[in-house]
Structures are given as structure tokens and as C-alpha cells.
């Protein structure tokens, strides 16, 4: 079906460019018969339920971590903009403090949808995901650390951020490097 110089996929109903000769979704082609919707149907179907679950112990430790940090950072995103609502309506007038709100709302959602792709990465065995948890980790626990130094350096105590960035995403690239080991260890087909 074709809407506007795009085309509906017939198996997942996603809206392609007209220039794609599969669909980017589940891979059917646009002038697919029916045992291809079937086929493609049931690819989608399969990848569903294989996402539902955690492989093995190997992916099972990152892949929650990375998890767990993709909700958190996306959460915490989303929380400063309802901050950024609050000073709106406090009467802040400091146009300093909406750029640095919206700037580390949009960073933390970001690096939020990031580590979610992170997470599906390890949990399909490919290694850049690993590679790029462990950057991901490496950049979030320097980037609190300076973030807190240089916009609230009497706010905490400089031991503490430092501390508890270590702890916090030093955890993150424990997890990451562990399962870059397992992975290069076990010989387990890399993606």
C-alpha cells in the first residue's frame, strides 16, 4: 500500500520510504505475497519472544545493568524538565538555569535511549554493544564528576561525587567488560 510516495508494510503495517526495497521493520518487500507476510509475521513473532527473555549468564548481568540505567537516565531526563516547569512557575528568570536544565534533561534522556540500545546490543551478543558500555560508563562517571565540580562545587563534597560516580557507573563498566570477556572467552558467535 502506498501513501504519499511511501509504502505500508503488509506484515507489520510500519510506513517505509519509497526508495526502501524492504521494509526497515521486518524485512518484507513491498509487493509481498501472502506466504512472505506470513513468513515475515512469523519473524516478528519469533524476535518478540526471544526479546522477552535473557539469554544466558552471560549477557544476563550487562544486559540488566544497561537496563536499569536506561530507565534511570531516562527518567531522570524527564524529571529535570518537570523541574524546568518549577522554575517557570517560581518565577526564576535566569535564562543560565533553563539552558543548563534543558541541557542536562536532554543529555540524560539521551544517554538513557543510548544505553537501551546498549542493552539490546549485548543481549543479541554484538560487541561494539560492549565496547560502547563500556565508553558509555567511562563518559557518565567523568561527566558527573565535572558536571558537579563545575556547576555546584559546594553543593557536595567533591570526595563524595567522585565516590559514588566510581561506584555507580564503575559498575556499569564492570558489568560491560565482564561480558566482553565471557563473550571473547566462550567464543560465542559474535553479531
Known amino acids: 500500500m502506498t501513501v504519499s510516495g511511501e509504502w505500508i508494510c503488509k506484515a507489520c503495517w510500519q510506513k517505509n520510504r519509497a526508495r526502501d526495497e524492504v521494509c526497515w521493520r521486518c524485512k518484507a518487500p513491498p ?66 538555569w533553563f539552558g543548563l536544565t534543558i541541557g542536562f534533561g536532554l543529555g540524560l534522556f539521551i544517554t538513557g535511549l543510548v544505553a537501551a540500545e546498549v542493552a539490546e546490543g549485548m543481549r543479541e551478543r554484538e560487541l561494539w554493544a560492549y565496547l560502547a558500555g563500556i565508553a558509555l560508563s567511562v563518559a557518565g562517571g567523568l561527566g558527573s564528576v565535572l558536571a558537579f565540580s563545575i556547576f555546584a562545587p559546594d553543593l557536595i563534597s567533591p570526595t563524595a561525587i567522585r565516590f559514588s560516580s566510581v561506584v555507580v557507573f564503575g559498575g556499569a563498566a564492570v558489568a560491560a567488560v565482564a561480558g566482553l570477556v565471557l563473550l571473547l572467552r566462550n567464543r560465542v558467535p559474535v553479531g
Open 31 to 96: 509487493d509481498a505475497s501472502a506466504d512472505e507476510v506470513a513468513q515475515a509475521q512469523q519473524g516478528l513473532e519469533a524476535r518478540r519472544e526471544r526479546a522477552s527473555k535473557v539469554p544466558d549468564a552471560v549477557v544476563a548481568v550487562p544486559v540488566v545493568v544497561f537496563r536499569g540505567y536506561a530507565k534511570a537516565w531516562q527518567r531522570g531526563g524527564l524529571s529535570l524538565f518537570g523541574l524546568l516547569l518549577l522554575f517557570a512557575l517560581g518565577g526564576v528568570t535566569d535564562l543560565l
